[in-house]
Structures are given as structure tokens and as C-alpha cells.
């Protein structure tokens, strides 16, 4: 069993900046997949970005220049640092752990999810 921890959200002004944590416990593989979905109100969950365990990172073209993944394995958290919001980037974002080193942005291959933090991007 992992569990999952977000916390960070909140509500910023278009162009400002927020930054996710997800702490991580329990049982880790040592190779496996993080990443950061999102789910605005009336649409499906989507991938934002994933980090593999040898730290390649990917993203989604709508984040893609202005938001970063990275991992403190130390301390078992992993962040998305959000920059440039904008109003459209408004949703509940999910941290996710994959028990596979195989990065993957579809969310019904993820094993674990943490409950979610809000962002809401005000124009």
C-alpha cells in the first residue's frame, strides 16, 4: 500500500505561481512512475506530468515551459512547481504512483492516488 499526500494548493492570480507537494509512504518499488493528473470541474482527469525513477520527465503540451516536475527522494515527496498560471489551469490536482518504471499519461494505469488539492486561477 502507498499513500499519498498532496498539499499546496490554493487560489493565485492569473500569472502567478503555486507549488504541489506529494509526500509519499508506505511500500515504494524502487522503480516506478510519479506524476500529476488534474480534473476541472465537468471534464475527464487529465495527464499534466510524470517523472520515472530514473528522473526523465514529461508533459503535457498545455503545461509544457511552464510547469516542473521534480523529486526529492530523500524525502520521498515529489513536486509540481507551476508558473504562469492561467485561469484554465483551474482544477483539482491529483498526484499518482505507478509500480512500473514505464511512464504512462493514462490515469487508469496508475495503482495509487492521493485525494487531490485544489487550484483555482483567478483572471
Known amino acids: 500500500q502507498v499513500l499519498l499526500v498532496e498539499s499546496g494548493g490554493g487560489l493565485v492570480q492569473a500569472g502567478g505561481s503555486l507549488r504541489l507537494s506529494c509526500a509519499t509512504s508506505g511500500r515504494t518499488a524502487s522503480r516506478y512512475t510519479m506524476a500529476w493528473f488534474r480534473q476541472a470541474p465537468g471534464k475527464t482527469r487529465e495527464f499534466v506530468a510524470k517523472?520515472?525513477?530514473?528522473?526523465?520527465?514529461y508533459y503535457a503540451d498545455s503545461v509544457k515551459g511552464r510547469f516542473t516536475i521534480a523529486r526529492d527522494s530523500a524525502k520521498n515527496t515529489v513536486y509540481l512547481q507551476m508558473n504562469s498560471l492561467k485561469p484554465e489551469d483551474t482544477a483539482v490536482y491529483y498526484c499518482a504512483f505507478r509500480d512500473s518504471p514505464y511512464g504512462s499519461s493514462i490515469p487508469q494505469t496508475y495503482d495509487y492516488w492521493g485525494q487531490g488539492t485544489q487550484v483555482t486561477v483567478s483572471s
Open positions: 517523472i520515472t525513477s530514473n528522473s526523465n520527465t
